[in-house]
């Protein structure tokens, strides 16, 4: 059942802050990477940690406040119980400030990692086995895993360059890029066994679901991003995002879901201000929208009947990189930087409607943009580890760990 809707005015709603929720108590915060090279992991909802939660996975770069070129990204894993030692495991020529090159373990795998790779001109990924050095390549990149690790799906990441340049790969172009919404191309599927990645929802096919809240797609160009399947592999959403003169220098955004093969295409969000979301469970999701039912906030979406009811409206005012964990137990959640340039980084207790602060992280004004550093918090398996990363300890982008044992047990 999806909470009951909250029933205050819009103007309490704004007025209210994280002040008078918050709950104080100290947890420990420590650096696992350090300087003179930059550290960081990238987006949300990739699995960081290996089973056990020892294992982090993250990038190493040379430079900052610049787009990518044909510079090497270093893939390395973190021993957090042992000194966060270091270790290189590969390098990559295909990846973003925003996303990195979409490195993750294999679901339930202790061994084995994927990341995305370009090779002789094409955008590949590799798979290996971080105990034995093993390692194979797959023709196309990824995007996300099934639950079962035995294929992936994946969007067009030269359109992604092309149109928003912090989540795409530079290097190869968008033959299509003077093609509004392209019939051969958009979301692929692609078997971890080494079978050619299969199309199987074109960006034409988004149109075929006409605007049904205000907006024109005049002379607008469309692309798809953020593909998230569910926990148990039931379905995947992703968002559907258009640019044109109306929308100027933004861009619009509808959340669809479908089939894990591409069929039985919805719309579950069509008021175009779709942002961050997280499956809570096989059915429903938390979603930051701005619909009818109660302005812009959290919504908790149930992906069958498309239902949506406001979520934690006073604890969690502000939107961010959003996950749900200890079976919905508990929200790993962060904000933007505030007025004074610093990101927030908490946990949210669902049962007890509290938030619990992990620290409030300076991020200077030349990481904006392009090149921003997103704290985007992950969580271990166990539900006892926070790693973010944040430029705040002077020594640029870097990964922290932040032990929440003393909370969720």
Not at 134 to 140: N, W
Not at 190 to 202: Q, T, V, Y
Not at 282 to 298: F, K, N, Q, S, Y
Request: glycine content about 8%; aromatic content about 12%; hydrophobic content about 35%.
């Amino acid at each position: 059942m999806l909470n009951q809707p909250y029933r205050w005015s819009r103007r309490a709603l704004i007025a209210s802050t994280f002040a008078t929720q918050l709950r104080s108590q100290s947890i420990p915060v420590r650096a696992i990477t350090k300087g003179p090279a930059f550290h960081w992991f990238g987006y949300y909802d990739k699995l960081q940690f290996d089973p056990t939660s020892r294992f982090a996975l993250g990038c190493r770069g040379t430079f900052e406040h610049r787009l990518p070129t044909a510079d090497t990204l270093e893939i390395g894993i973190v021993d957090t119980a042992q000194g966060d030692k270091w270790q290189t495991l590969g390098t990559t020529h295909a990846w973003s400030w925003h996303q990195t090159c979409m490195v993750q373990w294999l679901p339930g795998s202790r061994t084995e990692i994927i990341w995305n790779d370009r090779v002789d001109g094409q955008l590949v990924s590799h798979i290996a086995d971080v105990r034995r050095g093993k390692r194979r390549t797959l023709p196309g990149p990824i995007y996300c895993l099934s639950p079962d690790a035995r294929y992936a799906l994946s969007t067009d990441f030269r359109r992604l360059y092309d149109v928003r340049p912090e989540t795409g790969y530079a290097g190869v172009p968008d033959p299509r890029r003077d093609v509004a919404a392209p019939s051969d191309t958009g979301i692929w599927r692609m078997a971890l066994d080494g079978s050619p990645p299969k199309l199987i929802l074109p960006y034409a096919a988004a149109l075929e679901h006409p605007l049904t809240h205000g907006g024109t797609w005049e002379k607008a160009k469309h692309w798809y991003n953020h593909l998230l399947l569910s926990p148990k592999g039931r379905r995947f959403v992703f968002l559907h995002r258009w640019r044109g003169p109306a929308e100027g220098t933004r861009f619009a955004t509808r959340m669809f879901s479908a089939n894990p093969d591409g069929t039985d295409l919805r719309v579950l969000d069509p008021y175009g201000k779709t942002s961050h979301f997280h499956w809570r469970d096989d059915r429903t999701l938390i979603v930051w929208a701005d619909r009818p039912e109660a302005g812009e906030g959290w919504y908790l979406i149930d992906e069958t009947s498309g239902e949506a009811q406001p979520f934690a409206r006073r604890e969690m005012p502000r939107n961010g990189h959003i996950t749900y964990f200890k079976d919905g137990r508990w929200i790993v959640c962060d904000t933007g930087p505030d007025a004074a340039r610093k990101q927030m980084v908490y946990v949210y207790d669902v049962d007890n409607r509290r938030v619990h602060e992990i620290g409030r992280f300076y991020s200077a004004p030349e990481y904006n943009g392009y090149w921003r550093c997103d704290t985007t918090p992950r969580i271990s398996p166990d539900g006892t580890k926070v790693v973010f990363d944040s430029p705040h300890g002077g020594a640029g982008r870097q990964m922290y760990l932040a032990s929440v044992s003393s909370l969720t047990g």
